[in-house]
T-cell receptor, first 108, second 111 residues
């Protein structure tokens, strides 16, 4: 199972763009990169998934360089409600392995 | 109605007792998972099942067992509960290669 490394915590002010980078040096050819968001006492919620280049949806963008050894989750104009833990995961046909994630604190 | 439900939502039990946590899903997914979460440790995989006849151990299966009664149901049992099994337990479901859907969690306290 590919292991990921991401910052333990980040702080941001409301309205700013937040970029969380994740490294996954051992990613396999058939692995996808997936990000989840978790609020306290709730189950994680899917944010975005990608294989290469750039993926964008209504809540975030995911940037993946050509070598796929890292990825960056971009949250545009964060609000207080974006305060949560964000997990970067890599998997193909195997179960997801969650690390400790990045605790994002958005400050007014 | 929620896609993934867990019962009970909260449970307090005593050391040595057997306890079962239940998970049901209406997503029609073949794959189901059980995770536990301790403060500051993220989620750790206990068991997973890719179809009704498939059961696999995860990272931390010792002290736990599971039963996949049907495509929609996946139960987790603690044969003899101990205090360090106090945690938040999540069930999840998915299709192969797609996002996982998590239940609301069961908060278990073993005294």
């Amino acid at each position: 199972l590919a292991k990921t490394t991401q910052p333990i915590s980040m702080d941001s002010y409301e309205g700013q763009e937040v970029n969380i980078t994740c490294s996954h040096n051992n990613i396999a050819t058939n692995d996808y990169i997936t990000w989840y968001q978790q609020f306290p006492s709730q189950g994680p919620r899917f944010i975005i998934q990608g294989y290469k280049t750039k993926v964008t949806n209504e809540v975030a963008s995911l940037f993946i360089p050509a070598d796929r050894k890292s990825s960056t989750l971009s949250l545009p104009r964060v609000s207080l409600s974006d305060t949560a833990v964000y997990y970067c995961l890599v998997s193909g046909n195997t179960p997801l392995v969650f690390g400790k994630g990045t605790r994002l604190s958005v400050i007014a | 109605d929620a896609d993934v439900t867990q019962t009970p939502r909260n449970r307090i039990t005593k050391t040595g007792k057997r306890i079962m946590l239940e998970c049901s899903q209406t997503k029609g997914h073949d794959r189901m998972y059980w995770y536990r979460q301790d403060p500051g440790l993220g989620l750790r995989l206990i068991y997973y099942s890719f179809d009704v006849k498939d059961i696999n151990k995860g990272e931390i299966s010792d002290g736990y067992s599971v039963s996949r009664q049907a495509q929609a149901k996946f139960s987790l049992s603690l044969e003899s509960a101990i205090p360090n099994q106090t945690a938040l337990y999540f069930c999840a479901t998915s299709d192969p290669g797609y996002e996982q859907y998590f239940g609301p969690g069961t908060r278990l306290t073993v005294t």
